[in-house]
């Protein structure tokens, strides 16, 4: 099971709960680490985690798999789930509770192993970009916007935002290779 | 030893993903029971389809409104607007007899145009059971009940106006006999999903094309085509067929050997089926219709359709002030709106950007420690859409609540920069289906709050 393809487990997770354990390990940590940049506090970020694995349950049948990975499918949920979460000032539990999932309670050690999860010296090294190349990559990698959505977005030409994006993951190779050394 | 939260989380999403999964075999046995009674039914010489032609169904419960109140008219998708509402269709016949079809379509206070379709009875638009939102169960089956002209209940579907205030929409959707959204998919070999009857099931074809258009051709059955004029001013159209095929590719997936998916897209601005193959407009050149994926359609400029209009960077642009609510829990926030906020096709949205915060690093290693000290990390954003109209010229005064404070119920404004960017979103000049505004918009202006 741990070698199949993200869009093998999707298919199979229709008729096996094994196989969405699996998608679940192996993304969790990216989809939390997505959340906590963007909200500032471990809770809130867990509770949007949640939430999206469980709206990715409900959507597997919906599911079929594109030329585009899988990843993409489930970062799509994760968009909308943390622009619902902004536009509401609430987080959702819909999808939890259509599945008659139990709230997940947090005490102070929970949050603290959920704070250790965002230590991440690629995450450092990126924070110490110029902000032009840092905003291209997080555009680029984090969004998945392509190029030409991401030039309107910051109002210059695609071929100055490729420049921008190839010269900073030059420099964040370098600066991780530092940091592994 | 605290379990961690995402070992506790894999418990629970494992536990849902098996209660999931024992739905299917129970469903299948309601089908085979159903069956056995309809057998029983067609052996005393009656078939369900006739009786139903002959009788009026008992009105059960109408259609509630989906998020249990009555709309708002200044939120969201608004309510209906008094004198819109249009009943295109009340006499499409169901390929196995019983009540017609029939198509409504309406208006509403935020510029959106809405379908609804459903059965017709004693001229009353309905559906012959009800969905609920946690579980596939239908309920209020053998009754009629009715769908009331309201946005955002079962079987209704909206999209933003376009720039001269029409609707252009084209859905292709299965449906069951009782008028309601099928949730049937298909397994990667393309067969029918257990509990998916292809016998109950209708590929429904609906919208409205314009008010330019004049009429369509769509096929009927493997080898005909039949063309038909379309209904009232907007262009519009109902087919009901029994369940079509959708065309498919087939794509390779390790090994899984290969799997289909469709090529159709359910809703899109102009038809995108390969149900209908020709729309016909007056005084412009026809448009050959083919299956296709893109939300926009086969006809993404159809003849009647006008680009929503787009504001100009200087047309927004103003002085934005900010400072820290009183109570530290939010962010207090005034300008002009120098463009107006009329209807859902745009809206004010607020980011905040947190202050730079010191990095988590209670669980690293000293030598880890050693590393980040001094070093603060990325603090995080908040976007707020201002989800009301605005006259221009108004004066905007609001409050950004921060969303931790209900989680933990400190004070939510940490020491540091608040960075406040507002922008103008709009819709992009061909409407999205989703009805989401274009990212990142027009910037109206950036302000800082300094919290000590």
Known sequence: MQRRSDQELLVRARTDADAFAVFYRRHVRDVYAYFDRRTCSPEVAFDLTAETFAAALQSVDRYEPRP??????????????????????????????????????????????????????????????????????????????????????????????????????????ARLEEANR | MTDHPFDLLARELDAAARRRLTVAPLRRRRSRLRLLLLTAVAGLGITAAAWAAGSLLSAGDPVAYRYGAPPSPDAHYGTTVAGSVRTL????????GGLPWGLRTFTTSRSFGCVQVGRVQEGRLGVLALTQRASPKLTGRGAFHELRPAVLTQATTCMPLDGAGHVFIALHTLMTSDAVPANCFYRPDGSAWPGCRAKGLRTVDVGLLGPRARSITYRLGARRTKTTN????????????????????????????????????????????????????????????????????????????????????????????????????????????????????????????????????????????????????????????????????????????????????????????????VSYRVQPPHPRITGSLAYPGYAVGSTRVVVR
């Open chain 1, 68 to 173: 585009e990975p899988a990843r993409a499918w489930l970062f799509g949920i994760v968009r909308n789930i943390l622009s619902e979460a902004r536009r509401r000032s609430i987080v959702e539990d819909r999808a939890r509770r259509e599945l008659e999932m139990q709230p997940i309670a947090l005490d102070d050690d929970a949050v603290a192993l959920l704070a250790s999860e965002a230590g991440d010296s690629a995450l450092e090294a990126l924070e110490q970009l110029p902000a032009e190349q840092r905003e291209a990559i997080v555009a680029r990698y984090v969004d998945e916007l392509d190029y030409a959505e991401i030039a309107a977005r910051v109002r210059c030409s695609e071929s100055v935002v490729r420049q921008r994006v190839s010269r900073g993951l030059r420099v964040l190779r």
């Open chain 2, 89 to 96: 269709a009340d006499d499409v016949p169901d390929p196995d």
């Open chain 2, 230 to 421: 379309t209904l009232g001013d907007g262009g519009g159209y109902l087919l009901v067929q029994r369940q079509i095929k959708s065309p498919t590719r087939t794509m390779k997936l390790g090994r899984l050997g290969t799997v289909r998916t469709q090529l159709e897209t359910p809703i899109a601005l102009s038809p995108a089926s390969a149900v209908i193959t020709r729309v016909d407009y007056r005084d412009a050149p026809a448009c050959r219709v083919r299956a296709t994926t893109n939300p926009r359609g086969s006809c993404p400029d159809a003849p009647g359709f006008t680009p929503i209009p787009q504001p100009t960077a200087k047309d927004v642009r103003a002085r934005v002030l900010a400072f820290a609510a009183p109570n530290r829990r939010g962010i207090r926030l005034r300008f002009t709106a120098r463009s107006a906020v009329e209807d859902g096709r745009s809206a004010y949205v607020v980011t905040i950007h947190f202050p730079r915060r010191p990095c988590p690093v209670r669980h690293l290693t000293r030598a880890e420690r050693a590393a980040f000290a001094g070093k603060t990390c990325f603090g995080g954003t908040l976007g707020t859409d201002l989800a009301k109209n605005v006259a221009a010229g108004d004066r905007v005064r609001t409050t950004i609540d921060l969303p931790n404070v209900g989680l933990d119920h400190r004070p939510a404004l940490r020491p540091g920069v608040y960075r406040v960017d």
